[in-house]
């Protein structure tokens, strides 16, 4: 009879922290979280894990971020803006690049360094540079040129170029 | 009122019965084609310790995915190759193994495009590829032609493909 006198509060306390005072509250509270979070975070902030290091060193490896997909809702996306580009099969693998040339622009690499219109773009986030070469592209009417920040390696192994409009999912938030 | 509801109840419970007999029985054939590759993907993937008469078998189970005048053509950094014909592609899968190192291919995007008759398909994949000893993950994308041959989903063709082009387009003219 002492014993449970004893465990009574205690109890009592236990399951007001993991319960609450009303447990059909609590419920009610879990489900709206729960629907919430999962569109949230299914349909306005992407949770990503960074695989790789082409974005080095402004997104670390293994690093996680949140794709805002509602940032061109109502504005187009802009140069210097880090994006998430969904491939051609779907959203759960996605490049993570920056925007480099915008829609009717010409791109062309010389010395490593980025020419947009014939003008040197400057790029204070590149602190990996390269020395890459490349013939001028010209960006299509609906789509954007993206390139990660680290060029420390071969141009044809880094994944860049041309993204059409449609595949953009958002932009990177953090 | 009590008795209407638990008619509705047990209506509900029919149609949602009746709903997965008629699923269960005719599948989608997107479902089927997902599922497939998927099995594919599987049967591609290998360890190392097996041994050469494990790697013979596995290799010619991938086989059984193909049709016989299967087109493949890979064109990723360092390999321009076609494979024409199972026997080559068999052939190829099997140098792979012979390599001796672990092998992991998963398949986390498929986007199946039926054709109106729903007798072939183009398929967009993203294949993922861990191999063992190397840190990053390869991620390549394929366009896959499939055909049914009676009941099974053959691939026809398989090509590479990129979400990100970087070749220079011409301005119209």
Redesign the interface.
């Known amino acids: 009879m002492a014993t449970s006198n004893e465990a009574g509060p205690g109890a009592g306390w236990l399951q007001r922290v993991l319960i609450g005072r009303n447990p059909k509250r609590t419920v009610v509270r879990i489900v709206v979280l729960a629907a919430v979070s999962l569109i949230v975070f299914r349909y306005v902030l992407l949770p990503v894990r960074v695989d790789g290091g082409s974005m080095l060193p402004t997104y670390r490896e293994n690093g996680v971020n949140l794709v805002n997909r509602l940032a061109y809702l109502f504005r187009e996306p802009q140069r210097g803006d880090v994006v998430a580009v969904r491939l051609l099969a779907g959203g759960h693998r996605m490049y993570l690049k920056r925007i480099v040339a915008m829609p009717g622009e010409t791109l062309v690499f010389h010395g490593g360094r980025i020419l947009v219109n014939g003008k040197l773009l400057e790029e204070p986030y590149v602190k990996f540079p390269c020395d890459w070469e490349h013939e001028p592209v010209l960006v299509g009417p609906d789509q954007y040129y993206v390139v990660g920040d680290n060029r420390d390696n071969q141009r044809e192994l880094h994944a860049q170029g041309r993204a059409p409009r449609a595949l953009i999912l958002g932009k990177v938030l953090l | 009122m009590k008795e209407w509801t638990i008619r509705i109840i047990l209506l509900a419970a029919l149609a949602a019965l009746g709903f997965w007999a008629w699923s269960v029985f005719y599948p989608n054939p997107e479902k089927i084609i997902k599922k497939r590759l998927n099995e594919m993907a599987k049967a591609a993937s290998h360890s190392s310790d097996q041994g050469l008469v494990a790697q013979a078998w596995t290799a010619s189970s991938l086989a059984a995915y193909f049709t016989p005048d299967v087109e493949v053509t890979l064109d990723v950094?360092g390999v321009h190759h076609t494979f024409s014909g199972r026997d080559e592609l068999m052939q190829g899968a099997l140098a792979v193994r012979r390599a001796g190192r672990n092998l992991t291919i998963r398949l986390?995007?498929?986007?199946v495009i039926l054709a109106p008759d729903k007798t072939s398909a183009e398929v967009?994949?993203?294949g993922?590829a861990r191999v063992s000893g190397e840190k990053?993950?390869f991620?390549q994308?394929l366009?896959l032609r499939l055909t049914k041959v009676k009941r099974d989903w053959l691939i026809k063709q398989v090509e590479t493909?990129?979400?990100?082009?970087?070749?220079?387009?011409?301005?119209a003219t």
């Open positions: 950094p986390p995007d498929i986007k967009y994949v993203t993922e990053e993950v991620l994308e366009r493909v990129k979400t990100l082009s970087k070749g220079p387009l011409a301005p």
